[in-house]
């Protein structure tokens, strides 16, 4: 490998919105993330409701799926 071209690659802090800290490493020093293995439907086997941040809305709005319903 070539010498003095590649990023610091350290230990970095994880934190997710649910609280839940770790340590991995990255070339950031502070990572967050919406949803870790702790809180993860899949991982924790709990039912839980995941913001997708509107997509169903934005795929209605494109097709123009309100204007279809309605007929």
């Known amino acids: 490998m070539k010498e003095n071209i590649h990023?610091?690659?350290d230990?970095?802090?994880?934190?997710c919105a649910c609280g839940e800290t770790f340590e991995t490493r990255s070339t950031r020093q502070?990572?967050?993330?919406?949803i870790?293995?702790?809180?993860?439907?899949?991982?924790s086997g709990k039912r839980m409701m995941?913001?997708?941040g509107g997509r169903a809305d934005r795929?209605?709005?494109?097709?123009n799926r309100a204007a279809l319903d309605n007929e």
């Not at 230990?11 to 934190?15: D, E, I, L």
């Not at 502070?30 to 919406?34: E, F, I, M, S, T």
Request: proline share 7%; aromatic share 18%.
């Open 7 to 9: 990023p610091k690659y």
């Open 59 to 63: 795929f209605n709005k494109k097709f």
């Open 30 to 34: 502070q990572l967050r993330v919406d």
């Open 36 to 43: 870790c293995s702790k809180c993860h439907p899949f991982y």
């Open 50 to 52: 995941v913001d997708v």
């Open 11 to 15: 230990t970095s802090a994880v934190r």
